[in-house]
T-cell receptor, first 118, second 113 residues
């Protein structure tokens, strides 16, 4: 069965610090997809990134970067020079290619609450 | 373009009552998902539609929960004989293709008193 673990429940950083959010996943499939979503205090989940299991290239988007390592089953997310607007709950999620009649349902971690202090 | 919309945004009902929650996906998205999010937890999968049919309902907790998508667009999640444990935020998401990113609506906060 698929599982996502976000061991950090809450993190507080001072503005402009860098912060890394950890995500470890478990799956028996060779084809799967990993995601990060942001849930600000307003509550709506915002899609940030999707990676497939065959693409281990790290990705950078502005202040955001993601490090995917199949060898350790991790998909970590780093925010550089954090800002107050980054304060939110961040969820890592996994979908498998061949489970659930091809539904690609998302299995979420419990989330990491990030507080950026001015 | 318009994102996923859900109505109502809040619903308070008494234990034992029936409720319907509505989801209007992004236009053209054939894949539609319902999730439930309890306080302090990540969303949990309930049901998946591809077109009009419920292709995967393995996440529905029991037979009090049912969902439809009769014309392949709008979906309704129906809960019979509500219980206090059903209180949660019910999220709807849609995707252009299964496996691609899912876009979420704002959710319906259900409170069963």
């Amino acid at each position: 069965a698929q599982k996502v673990t976000q061991a950090q429940t809450e993190i507080s950083v001072v503005e402009k610090e860098d912060v890394t959010l950890d995500c470890v996943y478990e799956t028996r499939d060779t084809t799967y997809y990993l995601f990060w979503y942001k849930q600000p205090p307003s509550g709506e989940l915002v899609f940030l990134i999707r990676r497939n299991s065959f693409d281990e290239q790290n990705e950078i988007s502005g202040r955001y970067s993601w490090n995917f390592q199949k060898s350790t089953s991790s998909f970590n997310f780093t925010i550089t020079a954090s800002q107050v607007v980054d304060s939110a709950v961040y969820f890592c999620a996994l979908s498998e290619g061949y489970s659930g009649a091809g539904s690609y349902q998302l299995t979420f971690g419990k989330g990491t609450k990030l507080s950026v202090i001015p | 373009g318009a994102g996923v919309s859900q109505t109502p945004s809040n619903k308070v009902t008494e234990k034992g009552k029936y409720v319907e929650l509505r989801c209007d996906p992004i236009s053209g998205h054939t894949a539609l998902y319902w999730y439930r999010q309890s306080l302090g937890q990540g969303p949990e999968f309930l049901i998946y539609f591809q077109g009009t049919g419920a292709a995967d309902d393995s996440g529905l907790p029991n037979d009090r929960f049912f969902a439809v998508r009769p014309e392949g667009s709008v979906s309704t999640l129906k809960i019979q004989r509500t219980e206090r444990g059903d209180s949660a935020v019910y999220l709807c998401a849609s995707s252009g293709t299964p496996g691609r990113e899912q876009y979420f609506g704002p959710g319906t906060r259900l409170t069963v008193t």
